[in-house]
C-alpha cells in the first residue's frame, strides 16, 4: 500500500517505521513547511493518508484528502464538534474516512468494557463515578478525545449520568506536584458538576503517552479500572492496521467499533 503521512512529528515518524515494517511505501511526508506538497503527484498516487495534527490544522487535512480522492485515517482528536458536517462532506463526495478518537486496541477494549460496567451499575445507584485522564505537557486540548470516547461510553449507559463535564485541567511536574505557575498561565480550577452530570479531570504532566482512570466509588468500597499506556507505538500501530482494513476501497466513515466488531 502506499501511504501518505499527514503530519511528521513523533507519531508520525513512530507510523512510518510501523509501516514499512509491515512492507507499505511511505511516498510522502507532509507537515508545516511542506504543504505544497498536497498538490504533489506523489500525494495524489497515495492509497491512504494517515493523519495525525492538530485540532487547528485538521479539518482542512480531510477536505485536502477529500478533494485528491485520497482515503484519510484521522489521529488527530479535538475537532468532534465538527464530525456531522464532515460526514456529510464525506458522503457527498463518495469519499472514505476512518477516525477514532485513540486507534489502541487495548483503549478500545477498554471503552467496551465501560460501556458493559455502566449498564451493571444502573442497579446499582450508591456508586457515584468519575474520570480522570493524564497526558504528556504538550497535549492541546482537554479533555482528551479518548477521554471523550470513555466518558460518551459511561453516559450512553448509565441512566444516572446524562452527560460529562470536565471540572479541572492541572499541570503537574514529573513528581506529581502541582506545577503552580503553569496552573496560574492557564487559569485552572475546579468547577462544580451536577450530580447527573460525570466529573472528568485532566492532567498533563511530562511525556505520558496516555492514562484514563474510570473510578465507582460507594461508601464500602471502590472500584477502579485503568488503561496505561507504555508507549506511542500502541496508537501508531493501530492506525496502520485501520488504514490496511480501510485498503480494500471501503466508501464512507468507518471507527474502531467497525475495524473490531464489538456490539455496542
Same mark, same amino acid.
Given at each position: 500500500?502506499?501511504?501518505?503521512? @499527514? ?7 513512530? $507510523? ?9 511505501? %511511505?511516498?510522502?511526508? @507532509? ?27 485538521? /479539518?482542512?487535512?480531510? #477536505?485536502?484528502?477529500? *478533494? ?5 485515517? %484521522? ?5 468532534? *464538534? =465538527? ?5 456529510? =462532506? ?6 472514505? /474516512? ?23 451499575? &444502573? ?5 457515584? %463515578? !468519575?474520570?480522570?485522564? !493524564? ?10 478525545? !479518548?477521554? @471523550? ?7 450512553? &449507559? ?24 503553569? &496552573? ?15 466529573? %472528568? $479531570? ?8 496516555? @492514562? ?11 472500584? !477502579? ?6 508507549? #506511542? #507505538? ?24 467497525? /475495524? ?5
Amino acid at each position: 500500500m502506499k501511504i501518505a503521512l @499527514i503530519g511528521y512529528g513523533k507519531m508520525g515518524h513512530i $507510523i512510518e517505521e510501523i509501516a514499512k515494517g509491515r512492507g507499505h511505501e %511511505v511516498v510522502c511526508a @507532509i507537515d508545516i513547511n511542506n504543504q505544497e506538497d498536497f498538490e504533489s503527484e506523489a500525494f495524489r498516487s497515495a492509497d491512504l493518508a494517515i493523519e495525525f495534527t492538530t485540532p487547528k490544522t485538521c /479539518l482542512a487535512n480531510v #477536505r485536502k484528502c477529500l *478533494d485528491a480522492g485520497v482515503t484519510v485515517v %484521522v489521529g488527530s482528536t479535538g475537532w468532534y *464538534d =465538527e464530525l456531522p458536517k464532515v460526514k456529510e =462532506e464525506v458522503e457527498k463526495s463518495n469519499g472514505s /474516512l476512518f477516525w477514532a478518537s485513540n486507534f489502541s486496541i487495548g483503549v478500545n477494549v477498554f471503552v467496551a468494557m465501560q460501556k458493559f460496567v455502566a449498564r451493571i451499575m &444502573n442497579s446499582y445507584p450508591q456508586y457515584d %463515578v !468519575t474520570l480522570s485522564e !493524564t497526558h504528556h505537557i504538550h497535549k492541546l486540548d482537554s479533555p482528551s478525545g !479518548t477521554a @471523550i470516547t470513555i466518558a460518551g461510553a459511561i453516559t450512553d &449507559n448509565l441512566d444516572r449520568k446524562r452527560t460529562w463535564k470536565e471540572t479541572a485541567a492541572i499541570w503537574q511536574h514529573e513528581d506529581q506536584s502541582v506545577d503552580v505557575a503553569r &496552573n496560574a498561565e492557564v487559569g485552572t480550577d475546579f468547577k462544580s458538576h451536577r450530580d447527573d452530570e460525570l466529573e %472528568v $479531570i485532566a492532567f498533563r504532566r511530562g511525556e505520558v503517552p496516555g @492514562i484514563h482512570t474510570v473510578t465507582y466509588d460507594s461508601d464500602v468500597d471502590t472500584i !477502579t479500572m485503568t488503561h496505561s499506556a507504555k508507549s #506511542r #507505538r500502541g496508537f501508531a500501530l493501530g492506525a496502520v492496521v485501520a488504514a490496511e482494513w480501510m485498503g480494500d476501497g471501503k466508501k464512507g466513515v468507518f471507527t474502531m467499533e467497525d /475495524l473490531m466488531k464489538f456490539n455496542s
